[in-house]
Nanobody, 124 residues
């Protein structure tokens, strides 16, 4: 089994930055595409960013393009989400996710494992 543990969430003012981390264990980390999703109260879980197994391909949801950056360090079994120019509408629980294979998982159907989530709150 795979365990994903997120950290780095918190409260930040609009326009600020935050970096989320997700540490993985239980499998060969480099075998998985990884992603970030988020879910706000009363809304569906939405795609934020994804990265393939080697880190050579990245994808972003339209609402975060140009502001968020996904990266990974396979030597540390860790994936990151750097969030800049944060907006109040970015407020949500952010979930780290491991894909079913090495491709970047850009939708929920391709997710094999989920992290527990970390709260990000952006104040106005």
């Amino acid at each position: 089994q795979v365990q994903l543990v997120e950290s780095g969430g918190g409260l930040v003012q609009a326009g600020g930055s935050l970096r989320l981390s997700c540490a993985a264990s239980g499998r060969t980390f480099s075998s998985y595409g990884m992603g970030w999703f988020r879910q706000a109260p009363g809304k569906e879980r939405e795609f934020v960013a994804a990265i393939n197994w080697s880190g050579t391909m990245t994808y972003y949801g339209d609402s975060v393009k140009g502001r968020f950056t996904i990266s990974r360090d396979n030597a540390k079994n860790t994936v990151y989400l750097q969030m800049n120019s944060l907006k109040p509408e970015d407020t949500a629980v952010y979930y780290c996710a491991a894909g079913a294979r090495n491709l970047a998982p850009t939708d929920r159907a391709r997710i094999a494992y989920w992290g527990q989530g970390t709260q990000v709150t952006v104040s106005s």
